[in-house]
């Protein structure tokens, strides 16, 4: 299975998603028009990926802005994740927001309270 | 063209308005308005919390005119009802955002309701209101599905204001007004 890797975009974020690892990381902004589109790689290697899932898949989400176009996107990878952790993966998915960032922290809490799936809220120095 | 360009600069100026537009919306002119409203924010040195507001409403409140354009060809093969207008103001506590658009008479009911509705929540009720929709697995065609005025209200932390203007027995002019800050 061949890896993911997307470059970003002052509109879409870096995603890597390593399969071998079991590691997949989101970072940037997410504001692009069409989020339909831009998720819909990822979408399809997760659903490769979840057939046969590592041990482990560690997920990072790193953004610092989304628009509401992609928070559907994000909840359709994250529900990805749920089968991937009920076939055997043991699943966390890390949220990063930057520090004095409720409004990400609480983006992180509202896909917390939908998702079944261990959040790790981990708050980053402002750089 | 009879306007006065010191008359218009002037109106500007005491608005406090900093960027105004009117005409079509792109997805290159999303991103240019974008750019320049954020360099502001950072001359300016506001607050990271106040400039990521500020960023959430505009990305919103843009792209919802771009899609309500983009999506209905009864607005965007007819000129005179395929402009937008939108304004960015600061005063000293707080941004504004506004903006313009025809729509369609039949649409109007529901946008309002929509508004009152969100309008008539609050924080927590917005909060729980967005992870209901979230959740509810209607998605339109570029991903939305009706989390955007939602999001707008709950970066605000103000009332959404709003007015109706009826053109013709088409039409109808919008207009939404957007505060954030304290």
Known sequence: MENLKIDGTPKTPTI???LEEGKLLIRGRSIPENSIEFYKPLIDKLEEYLGTPQETTLVKIQLEYFNTSSSKCILDVFKKLEKIKSNGSDTIIQWYYEEDDEDMLEAGEDYQAIINIPFKMIEMEEQ | MT???????????????ILSYKGDVSSDLVSSVLQIIESKMDKLEEPSKIRKKVYNVLVETLQNLYHHIAENPGLSSKEEVSSV?????????????????????????????????????????????????????IVSDKGGGGLGMIDIARKSGHKLAYNFNKIDDQHTFFSLLVKIGE
Not at chain 2, 3 to 17: A, T
Not at chain 2, 104 to 133: A, F, H, S
């Open chain 1, 16 to 18: 890597e998603f390593n």
């Open chain 2, 3 to 17: 306007i006065k360009l010191l008359d218009f600069y002037n109106l500007m100026d005491q608005d406090d308005i």
């Open chain 2, 85 to 137: 207008i939108f304004l960015i103001g600061k005063s000293e506590d707080y941004y504004i955002v506004s903006t313009g658009n025809f729509m369609e008479n039949e649409k109007v009911n529901q946008l309002k309701e929509r508004i009152n509705k969100i309008n008539d929540l609050d924080t927590l009720g917005l909060k729980e209101y967005y992870k209901k929709v979230l959740n509810n697995g």
